[in-house]
């Protein structure tokens, strides 16, 4: 089945667009109506979990809108799926087929693989179902973040979850200003901007484990005066990393590239 989250287009609208679509797709389909509920984008992620789960679906294979997953996408999911594994990735490249960020690990199986900076997307994620309970689910409400992906993963690793390379996939994911990632470039407004977002991460985790409180902590400290060059990670919010080696607390580093 596909699911889709309506949160914003009229019922007569809607109709309209289905009726452009093949019908052996419009039969698989199932709108989970919230138009005019003005919920947020990450309430909206929580309800398609739970509409899903309510479905007694295995599997919830995330893309959003604006992305394009690979014919076999699915196919290479349920053939390379395994039921330990609470979550599913796959590499994720532009629309000219360019690798958008340096290859993914096989595996994730601590918090901290993601603790300074992400991979792990909603348009390149799967989550198994059955590795949520109903009040972990509901729990997620307290994400309350634009990041709500980065967010999520982190509370499944936090969990005792851990995830598994897809291979021979991907997702095509749309580079522009309006995502949340946007075009990530080295300046000060990006800096700036990755350091709000990153204290709002662990300001959110700070009481799930000390990792993230201590994060909150030296993040909180630092100010873009203080940030010196460094090598690029090339992830999501890999712009800064805290480096535990200096003697400097408010010492990081920041990557110098070009735009990705």
């Known amino acids: 089945m596909v699911m889709l989250v309506n949160d914003n ?11 452009k679509l093949n019908k052996n797709f419009c039969n698989k389909l199932i709108i ?28 919830l ?18 053939q390379q799926y395994e039921p330990g594994y609470a979550f599913f990735y796959n590499e994720l ?6 690798s958008v960020m340096p290859l993914l690990p096989d595996y994730t199986r601590n918090y ?13 994620g799967t989550i198994n179902l059955r590795m949520l309970s109903w009040d972990f689910i509901e729990s997620l409400k307290d994400g309350k973040t634009a990041i709500f992906d980065w967010y999520l993963y982190s509370r499944i690793l936090l969990e005792r979850g851990s995830g598994k390379k897809i291979q021979r996939c991907y997702t095509y994911y ?5 995502n949340i990632a946007g075009k990530v470039q080295v300046n000060k407004e990006e800096i700036e901007r990755e ?29 873009v005066e203080d940030i010196n060059l460094g090598i690029r990670k090339g992830y999501w919010w890999s712009l800064i990393s805290y480096d535990s080696n200096c003697t400097c607390e408010r010492r990081f580093k920041r990557i110098a590239g070009q735009e990705y």
């Open 9 to 19: 287009i009229a019922i007569s609208d809607l109709g309209e667009i289905l009726e």
């Open 32 to 59: 989970v109506n919230k138009y005019g509920e003005n919920l947020s984008p990450y309430l909206l992620r929580i309800e398609l979990i739970k509409e899903a789960c309510q479905r007694h679906a295995d599997l």
């Open 61 to 78: 294979v995330f893309l959003d809108c604006d992305d394009k997953a690979s014919d076999n996408r699915i196919e290479c999911i349920c």
């Open 93 to 98: 490249l532009d629309f000219q087929k360019r």
């Open 112 to 124: 901290r693989d993601i603790g300074e900076y992400n991979y792990l997307g909603m348009s390149n």
């Open 174 to 178: 749309r580079i522009y200003d309006g």
């Open 195 to 223: 350091l709000a977002i990153k204290i709002q991460h662990y300001k959110l985790l700070s009481d799930k484990d000390e990792y993230f409180s201590d994060l909150l902590l030296k993040y909180s400290q630092i100010k």
